[in-house]
């Protein structure tokens, strides 16, 4: 039986973060998106609460889409990464939404193209900033912050951000597997538009997001997070491209996961038939 980590506070002690904030008070009575998707992935780093929640989810799909869906979206993520550092020639990200840290995180994979990368990671879950302090301890260039992406503001004008990031030079933003976290009422295409406009041209948006285009049953597995710490919210395709007007696509464009740049690294897990997610990244004019 899977149990969380040593690491991971006592189930039976909340732990305020940041006093006066509801928001950064753990809860591990409450499912947690981030520890759900470590579920999700094979880790370890989740509480009972958690683990039931995803295993709903599970139940609402056919065997196997969910786990692999999951380790999909994290192939996608080391692949759009090593093109942007590769080919694209990015020194600079901005990692929103980061999630329990796992092998082949954006710093490791980064450095291991272009030492001198800079990497800024950010989360809202109390946990998931615990488990990054710890993980980053003498990475050079490399912090996490707590902050939201429903306030960009605060993101961009975050001192450890700016003693990190050069924001008059490119930066990559990477928005994978949160912006369905995002109400339509909380504007995601505003708040995608905020995090830019400071950054120079040359600059770039990652994004993967959930759909129920494929398989309906994913409307039922968004009820499931009605309950936990963050709602979810699927999107079609068309509205999920009207989040990157303006951008310019590489190629190949707005696809499933496993067919955005395939490689080696897509595995046994490259079936489009699996997806629940569509992905993109977009260079700012």
Aim: charged share 25%; net charge negative.
């Amino acid at each position: 039986m899977m149990t969380p980590s040593t690491f991971l506070p006592h189930p039976d002690k909340g732990v305020s973060v940041s006093s006066g904030d509801p928001s950064r008070v753990f809860r591990p009575d409450v499912p947690s998106p981030a520890r759900m998707y470590d579920y999700y992935l094979g880790g370890k780093d989740h509480y009972p609460a958690d683990r039931e929640a995803a295993e709903k989810v599970i139940a609402t799909m056919p065997p196997g889409v969910i786990r692999t869906a999951a380790r999909q979206n994290r192939s996608f993520l080391g692949r759009a990464v090593r093109y942007l550092t590769g080919e694209a020639g990015i020194r600079q990200f901005l990692d929103i939404g980061t999630g329990l840290p796992t092998m082949n995180s954006v710093h490791e994979t980064t450095k291991a193209i272009a030492p001198e990368c800079r990497i800024v990671y950010v989360d809202n879950d109390p946990i998931v900033i615990a488990h990054g302090r710890e993980m980053l301890q003498g990475i050079d260039q490399t912090v996490i912050i707590q902050q939201d992406l429903r306030e960009p503001e605060k993101i961009l004008t975050d001192e450890q951000l700016h003693q990190t990031l050069d924001l008059d030079q490119p930066v990559a933003v990477l928005l994978v597997a949160i912006l369905h976290f995002i109400r339509d009422e909380e504007d995601p295409r505003g708040i995608i538009d905020r995090l830019l406009a400071p950054l120079p041209s040359g600059s770039y948006l990652v994004i993967s997001h959930a759909t129920a285009d494929r398989y309906i049953q994913m409307q039922d597995a968004v009820q499931v997070y009605r309950n936990a710490t963050t709602t979810m919210h699927n999107r079609s395709r068309q509205e999920i491209s009207t989040l990157l007007t303006g951008l310019e696509l590489a190629d190949p464009g707005l696809v499933w996961l496993p067919q955005w740049r395939p490689d080696a690294d897509t595995g046994l897990h490259d079936n489009p038939q699996k997806s629940l997610c569509y992905a993109a990244v977009a260079r700012k004019p």
